[in-house]
Structure formats: C-alpha cells, structure tokens
C-alpha cells in the first residue's frame, strides 16, 4: 500500500478544482488591486508530448502563481498553444495526414499531461495559435505594420530547402544543411515579405536597461543587434561611374586600406569583375550559396578569397586598391563591402599574407609589440593630416574630412537585419494581402479572419504545382477579387513564420474571447506588463526580440500602455536525462582509470580501450569522482546528456506520476537545485521526495484515515519552529529558491515527527506552505482537518518575529579556546547567569579547578570563554 493514496487523492482534487474552476481569473477587478500576471513559454505541442524536462518551468510559475492567490493577490495564469509550425507540416507530407488533425491530437495529449501535474491554470482562457479566431488578430497586427511602412516586400537571397519545400532562416541552416532533417540548401534571389525591425534597434536596445533579465540574456539581445558607431565611406569606382560605400568603426585607419572586400551577393560583383576573372569569381560564388553565414565568418575559418580584377580609388590619397571577393563578408551586414586594413586588423593581415597584398601601418605599436597587426591606441603614422593623433581624435578628423569633401559622414550602425517574414508553407497564418495588377493591397480589416483553405488531406497539395508555395495550388482559393475595385486579385500565397503567432500571445490570454478588439484597452491596461515570464534559454534572442518589437509597434498604435512586454524573466535550467557511468578496458581486460582515457585511447601506452556501461549500484562517489566499488582504485566517467529520443534517454512525467504520483514529480524538480540551474535527472531520487509526502502523511493523518491533530495552545518551541518555517518559505518562494523552501520543510516535518503530538495550529499553516509545491496532497489534508473550502483561497500564513526567538539556546564552553563542554541558557540570560552554569559543567569545572581564572568572555548566545593561567 502507497505512504499515502496519491492515486486516489490526485485525480479526486484535479476533479473538484475542474467542476469549481477554482483557479478562474477574476473578470471584473479593482483597477488599483494588486496583480500578477505569471506566464510560461507556451509549448509547441509535438508528437511525442511532455518528457519530464518540460514540468520544471511550469512547476515554477505554478507555485508562484498559487502563493500569490493566497496572498489575496488577482492572478493571471493562462496556457495555449504555438501549434502552426514546420514539424506539423513535414508529418503532414511523410503520412497525408492534415496537420489540424496531428496538431489537434498533440494538444489533447498535452493538456492531459499537464492537467496530471496540477497546474493552476485558468483553461477557460486556452488559446491556440493555429484558431483562426486567434489568427485573425495575427493579421489585424500585420496590418498595422503595413499601415505604419514596417512591412515590405523585396527580393533577397534566402535559404531554399527544395526537400522541406520552405524558406529557411539563417539560424535553421548549418553547414549548408537544414537544421530539422540535414537536406541540402541553397541561396536563391526570391521575393519575401520582410519587416523593418531595424527600425527600432535603439529602442529595442534601450529597453533592456529597465528590465529584470538575466544580464546574459540582455547581452546576447545587444549583440544581435550589434550597434556600432563609425562612418560611412565611399570610394569612387576605377574606370566606372559608380562607388563603393563602406561602413567601417576605424575611419581613422583609412590611409592603410590597401584592398577592398565585396561579399559574393553584391549586387556590383558583375559589374566590376573582368572577363579575366569572370570564371572564378562565378564559381567561387557558386561555393559561397552552400555556405551558413555563421559558417562564412568562423573566426578560426580560414579565410579565402578572389580577385574581380577591379579597382577602387581610396578618397583621401587617390590611390587605386584591388577589389576582390570572399564569403567572409556578407551581403546582410553593413553594406555587404570593407575596406581591408591590413596593419590594423588580424583578419585583414592574413588575408594580405596570404595573397601577397600591401601592408601599412596607420597606428604606432608600442616599442615592445612583437605581433602582427595592432589593434591598440597609439598615434596615427603614415595617414597624411592625421599623424600624431590619437586613435579618438584620427577618428574625429577623418570624419569631418570626409562630410567636408562628400566622401562619408558618421554614420550608427546595426548588425540586425531587417525580419524575413515569408515561409513556403501551407500550416501557417496567411497574410491578409492580395494582389491586383502587380500591387500588393491590405485585406479590409473587416474581412478578417483570411482562413487557410480547406483540405482534405496534405498529398492533395503536393500531387499539384504550387509554384514554390503549396498554397499556390489551391486556385479556387488564391483567385478571388478586390472588394473595393471588384477587379480580379489573387491573395498572398506566402504564409507567416511560427514566430508570429508567439509574438502578442500574452496580450490575447488577457481577453481571448474578445470579437471586436485585440485586447480591452482597459483590461489591457491593468494586466500588462507580464510581472514574470519563464521559459528556456534557446529563446533568449528571437523571440524575445521578435515580441518586444511587436509590441513596441503595437504601443506607438496606441493598442497596448507599455513599451515592454516583460518586466522579469527566468530561464529554467536544462534538466538532463540520467547520469550514465561508463568503465573502460583494454585488450586484456584490464580496468584503465578514466583519467588516463582519450578518445578510446590510453594516453600512457597508446592502446585501444573499449567502454563499457556501469551500473550505479557499483559505483560509489570518492571525493569529486566516481569510482567502482570493487576497485576503489578505478575512476569511471559519469556524464548526462540532453534527453532525446536518439539516446534513448527520455523520461515521460505519465510513467513517474503513475509510480509516485505528480506532487513527488513536481517537488522533485523543485528540489534537485537552483531553478536556473543545469541538473541530470535521477528517477531513484525521486523517491526521496515521495518518502518526504509520506512522512507528512503520517504526521497529520492516523491509520483510520482520519486527522490526528490535538485542539491544544502550541509550545513555545513548535511556534519557533513554524514561524521559522513561514519566514523562510516566503522569502524563498518570492526569491524564487524553491529547492531550499522545500529544504525548510523538511526540516519542519522532521522536527515535527519529534513532538508528541501536533497542534491543529501548527498543522494548518505548514500545510498552507506545502500547499503551492505539493497541491493535491495540501488540499486532502486541508479537508481532513476539517475545511470545506479549498486551500488555493486560503490566507498565506504570516510569520511573528515574537515567535523566532529561542526559549534556549546552545552555547559552547571554551576554556584557553578550547571547547571543554556546551550549556543551554536563555538567549538573553545575564552573563553572570549564563558563566554560573557554565561553571557547573562537570568537564568545564575539572579544567578551571587548574589553575586561576585571568579573564571570563561572553557572547551572548554564542560562546563562553574563560582564560586560566
């Protein structure tokens, strides 16, 4: 028999809080009460549904979320669903089947397994991205992009993956392979939708300072954006009327630009390249479309490169420099152009090494630099009107210089390019475009939603031509008319990316059944901006960039009251699948230690050792490693590993609630470390926690099933305790330190288990702590001790500082600064009564009878000294 009926216990209260929607969000509220918006990440619902990885993040805000409702606090917790997406469409091709269909069935698995676990989510709130009463605000958003000049169309060279038939983005591509499914891919001019987020890259950037962020994620936002301050430069082409325009952040090298570089995309490669070098500027193009770009400029990477047998006319000295090609520049940053500067950049110094091109020094090295190129400060040498300047004033001048003379001028830029916004896919939004003679018009707002055409299954697209885009295929739905001309129009066959239904989901769970508005201004108003919003790192940039851009627009359209989405941030920690122990042998059998083992290779003698899986009941820890414990002698590597179905390792939360019930899953990751933390799972220690309900259990509950609490004024000592208890739980739980609130309580229970009996008064409020980490078993003895209500409304308890002080307190007895024994007195005994007991200590007593008392120390709770000669 289970320590305590979990399996009754859980599904009876997630019953009850269903029936009673107990966690229901206020409707109607004070405008001035106190709020807290507490969101997650919402989940792609894929096919093979939770592993236990994904709980940690949602127990976290589901314990907040519950602590705060017992602070009497109007509490936002929603979850939805960011269902449209890539992986629903390629199950679609493999099998036929429509990717409503999967999508629908994955979300009912998810919701399962997360109504399982207990979260206090208000379901009447759900969402789903891929609803077209959802996505019709999707588009409504679009809209007001276009309106504002935000959304463009181009034609630009994007990653085609002719096997997933779809744009990809850069990030989605490496190696020139497809991320999902390792296809080829291949650079293509192909005309996109694209937005102007470089519109607001200062603002973007501004608004991290105000925002409580992991600073790593505020720095990995402002390297993406990547603001530079520089100037722009342009050289007047050789032999043609037209120039090169550079930006650079060193104009003051600008007398050692001895080459320039053009990425292969630029669009003057054909005009510059002479018939000479024709052939090998076009295959080395033709390499460069198989490349990623963060393949391209790999630091390490060699660089490589060709020259187009054109010249460039350096402004301030009029001299002609060779222009040549490489792949390390690239066409989306800056102008897709530099001017190369060989004494003064590493990369410019070996690629002039390497092709034998000149080399000029504009900065003074210290006397002592034995190096290459030199990035330091230093005067200006061999620059004409700039020698003798420093680095700062070269710059200064040099700017000036070239705004008086039409060559440049001082020019911020920004590494982040503007938001390709077009996938090749049916399972997306459609863009609310049509189009008539060749011009892109905006659907009427009031002709939203545009629905994605109905099919009956995924083969009836792909059996047609749909000229890159499966919508392409569905004439009766791509040709229809514009509703203010009624001249014929054919709609966008383009679909939105999946980032676009995540990007405003958060204001859409503040008022989801809204038909007239995207969201009640005023409701809107009195929720935003999210008060805590967790979810993984790997979302750390784009969509965070993508929906703070969003919003922003959605601001300046007067639709939302703040600048910034959210105001706190947590990324869970990664949790790992179980640690795996690996021994190594040789050729004869032998164990080889692993600290002598490299790459199945014994760095001593060069053998061959071969692996070989270790139980964990035959290893035991020795210091910092793990050894076996039948020779001791004989380190093993133990080593975790992200959990994917390739290795094997995942653990699915259903076969852990079944075992140990959701409450011991959820305290569990709680408690395995900090929350932002990287820890491996371990299935064995789960019982621990298990044992840990158990205890609790028996300590409120009678083997009759019944409370067996007494009706009697707590002791001085187990108010201590609770009040403790209270103390360090809420200051844990608002820190969000879950795994030493869960320490606490534990050594509550444990304190508890000493007493002969446990007041009702006691009882009650640790279980009110208990109850945000461990909410089914919270909620039976909430009701066995003697409430109809539920516990989620219950008052948080407060803790009395009357009540931490100690009756007694331990305190050691040191006689030349050695401790000879230990009394108990009061914490603010007088220090003649608290030395008398001392001296009453038998062992203390022995050690002064020998010789004369010089000197007698006392701090108060802490220590007696005395100092005898």
């Known amino acids: 028999m289970p320590a305590y009926p979990f399996d009754e216990i859980e599904p009876k209260w997630q019953r009850y809080w269903a029936e009673h929607q107990t966690f229901r969000t206020p409707e109607d509220v004070d405008p001035d009460a106190e709020k807290c918006y507490v969101l997650d990440m919402f989940p ?40 449209f997406g ?66 463009y169309q181009a034609e630009v060279p994007v990653w085609w993956c002719e096997e997933l038939g779809t744009v990809l983005a850069n990030e989605e591509v490496i190696d020139g392979k497809s991320e999902r ?68 952040t060193r104009p003051d090298t600008l007398f050692g630009a001895t080459y320039m570089v053009l990425a292969p995309e630029h669009p003057l490669v054909d005009e510059i390249t002479t018939e000479e070098h024709a052939d090998a500027v076009a295959e080395y193009r033709q390499q460069a479309q198989k490349k990623s770009e963060l393949e391209r400029t790999e630091l390490q990477k060699e660089k ?9 006319i350096n402004p301030v000295n009029g001299k002609e420099i060779p222009i040549w090609v490489a792949d390390y520049v690239l066409a989306s940053y800056g102008t897709g152009a530099i001017m190369a500067v060989p004494g003064q950049d590493d990369r410019d110094w070996a690629f002039a090494e390497k092709y034998d091109l000149p080399i000029i020094r504009t900065v003074q090295p210290p006397e002592d630099f034995d190096g290459d190129a030199y990035t330091g400060d230093g005067p200006a040498i061999n620059s004409g009107f700039l020698n003798g300047l420093d680095v700062e004033a070269a710059k200064d001048r040099i700017t000036d210089w070239l705004e008086e003379h039409g060559h440049g001028a001082a020019t911020i830029n920004y590494k982040l390019r503007d938001w390709l916004f077009s996938r090749q896919r049916y399972w997306g939004e459609p863009f609310p475009i049509i189009h008539v003679d060749g011009e892109a018009k905006p659907v009427p707002a009031n002709d939203l939603p545009v629905e994605l055409p109905a099919i009956d299954s995924y083969n009836e697209i792909l059996e047609q031509d749909a000229a890159l885009s499966p919508l392409g295929a569905l004439n009766d739905w791509v040709e229809t008319t514009d509703p203010a001309t009624g001249q014929p129009a054919r709609r966008e066959t383009n679909t939105m990316p999946q980032w676009a239904g995540s990007c405003w989901y958060f204001l859409r769970f503040i008022d989801p059944h809204n ?34 851009f969003w919003h922003k627009v959605l601001y300046d359209a007067g639709v939302v009251s703040t600048q910034e989405p959210f105001q706190t941030l947590v990324h869970q920690g990664l949790i790992l699948g179980e640690t795996e122990y690996t021994a190594y042998v040789d050729a004869d059998g032998a164990y080889v230690s692993a600290e002598h083992v490299d790459e199945g290779t014994d760095t001593r003698t060069g053998a061959d050792v071969t692996p070989q899986p270790v139980e964990q009941e035959d290893i035991q820890k020795d210091d ?31 076969d852990v609630i079944d075992e140990y019930g959701a409450d011991a899953l959820r305290l569990y990751e709680m408690f395995m470390g900090p929350l932002e933390q990287v820890k491996p799972w371990s299935t064995s220690d789960v019982d621990g926690v298990y044992r840990f309900l158990g205890r609790v259990w028996r300590l409120i509950i009678d083997t009759q099933g019944e409370a067996q609490v007494v009706d009697k004024d707590p002791s001085r000592e187990q108010l201590r305790v609770l009040h403790e208890t209270i103390q360090k739980v809420t200051d844990d739980v608002e820190a969000l330190s879950f795994n030493t609130a869960i320490a606490k309580m534990m050594e509550f229970v444990n304190a508890a288990n000493k007493w002969e009996a446990v007041p ?26 003697g409430h109809d209500e539920s516990i989620a409304r219950a008052d ?41 007991t001392a001296r009453t200590d038998d062992n203390v007593a022995r050690y002064l009878d020998e010789g004369n008392v010089r000197r007698e120390i006392y701090v108060p709770g802490r220590i007696i000294n005395f100092v005898v000669n």
Request: charged share 25%.
């Open 44 to 83: 792609y619902p894929s096919g093979a549904g939770l592993h236990v990885g994904h709980p940690e993040g949602y127990t976290a805000t589901d314990i907040v979320a519950r602590y705060k409702r017992m602070q009497g606090v109007n509490v936002l917790h929603p979850m939805g669903w960011d269902a």
């Open 86 to 151: 890539l992986p629903a469409e390629q199950y679609a091709v493999k099998t036929g089947t429509h990717p409503r269909d999967t999508t629908e069935r994955n979300i009912a698995n998810f919701r399962s397994q997360l109504k399982r676990l207990g979260f206090s989510y208000d379901w009447e709130r759900e969402i789903n991205t891929t609803d077209p009463d959802y996505y019709k605000w999707t588009q409504w958003i679009f809209l007001k992009l276009h309106e504002r000049g935000l959304a």
């Open 181 to 248: 499914g390792g296809y080829p891919c291949e650079r293509v001019p192909m005309r996109q939708w694209i937005l102007k987020i470089t519109d607001y890259a200062e603002r973007l950037l501004e608004g991290l300072d105000d925002l409580d962020w992991p600073d790593s994620t505020k720095q990995m936002q402002r390297n993406w954006i990547g603001r530079s301050e520089g100037a722009t430069v342009r050289f007047p082409l050789a032999n043609h009327n037209d120039e090169l325009e550079v930006f650079t």
């Open 304 to 312: 490589t490169g060709v020259p187009t047998g054109g010249y460039a």
């Open 515 to 548: 038909d007239e508005q995207l969201v009640d201004p005023e409701k809107e108003a009195y929720w935003m901006p999210v008060d805590l919003y967790v979810g993984g790192a790997e979302h750390a940039v784009l969509h965070l960039l993508y929906a703070r």
């Open 624 to 654: 910092d490693h793990f050894v076996l414990m039948a020779h001791p002698e004989v380190r093993v590597d133990a080593r975790s590993h992200k959990m994917s179905k390739s290795r094997g390792n995942v653990v699915n939360p259903d």
């Open 760 to 785: 009702q008064s006691i009882a009650e409020p640790f279980v009110k702590l208990l109850s945000p980490f461990a909410p089914h078993i919270a909620e039976e003895l909430w009701a066995r001790l």
């Open 796 to 836: 948080w308890p407060a803790f009395n500082e009357d009540h931490l002080k100690r009756e007694v307190v331990e305190v050691a007895v040191q006689v030349n600064g050695t401790v000879r024994g230990t009394i108990e007195v009061a914490p603010d005994a007088p220090e003649e009564e608290a030395l008398s």
